[in-house]
């Protein structure tokens, strides 16, 4: 027998699901999506910018996605400026891409930024928090390898730079990949929409 495929709410709560799960499971397809978003060249002409990150939490209810960065990074200060981000997961598991369009808060401080830290400041990450140099600093020579110090960066400095990025969902793009034929809808504030793939 066929398995029915989803319907609307079901691929809504599905989605929020595997979300959640990702921010959970470090062997989830959706863990590692890439963020997306908008700078600007020596010029002032936009460029777009993209980078794989790690999904840290997922919040159906209030429809957030939260992402951990070092302030002092180009991300951070270009969403800073330009606050407009997509993220994009693709799982072959599921067979779903999802393409969720964001607005988003850099949060340098506050509880967030605390309870984050409590968490990464145990982990052997909190290293990519402490380093004295910003990231994409430029440095005088090759990198030693891992069995050294390190780069200049490596140099732990006093107080931390996590920075926790809350991207608020506006819209979703799903795909779904199938033999007998994909599907794709998008949804939002407006509602639910199907959409030739
Ligand atoms: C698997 C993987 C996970 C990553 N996760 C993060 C992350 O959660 N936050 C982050 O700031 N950078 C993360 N990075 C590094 C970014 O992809 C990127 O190289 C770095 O943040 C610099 O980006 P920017 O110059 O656009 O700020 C990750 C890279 C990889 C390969």
């Known amino acids: 027998m066929k398995t029915p495929l989803l319907q609307e709410n079901d691929i809504r709560a599905r989605i929020w699901m595997e979300l959640q799960r990702a921010a959970l499971d470090r062997h989830h397809e959706w863990r590692t999506p890439v963020l997306a978003n908008v700078a600007h060249d020596a010029q002032g002409e936009p460029v777009p910018q993209a980078r794989t990150v790690v999904l840290r939490h997922a919040d159906a209810a209030r429809q957030q996605l939260h992402l951990f960065t070092d302030r002092r990074s180009p991300k951070a200060l270009q969403l800073a400026r330009h606050p407009n981000a997509s993220l994009v997961f693709w799982s072959k598991r599921l067979s779903w891409q ?18 984050a830290w409590q968490r990464v400041g145990q982990s052997a990450a909190a290293a990519d928090y402490l380093a004295a140099n910003a990231p994409g600093a430029l440095l005088q020579d090759a990198p030693d390898g891992p069995d050294t110090a390190g780069p200049p960066g490596a140099v732990l400095s006093g107080a931390h730079h996590l920075a926790v990025l809350v991207l608020q969902a506006q819209e979703m793009d799903w795909l779904e990949l199938g033999r007998a034929g994909h599907r794709r809808a998008s949804f939002g504030p407006l509602g639910w929409s199907w959409r030739v793939p």
């Open 98 to 115: 999802l393409r969720v369009q964001a607005r988003v808060e850099v949060l340098t401080e506050g509880g967030l930024v605390q309870e």
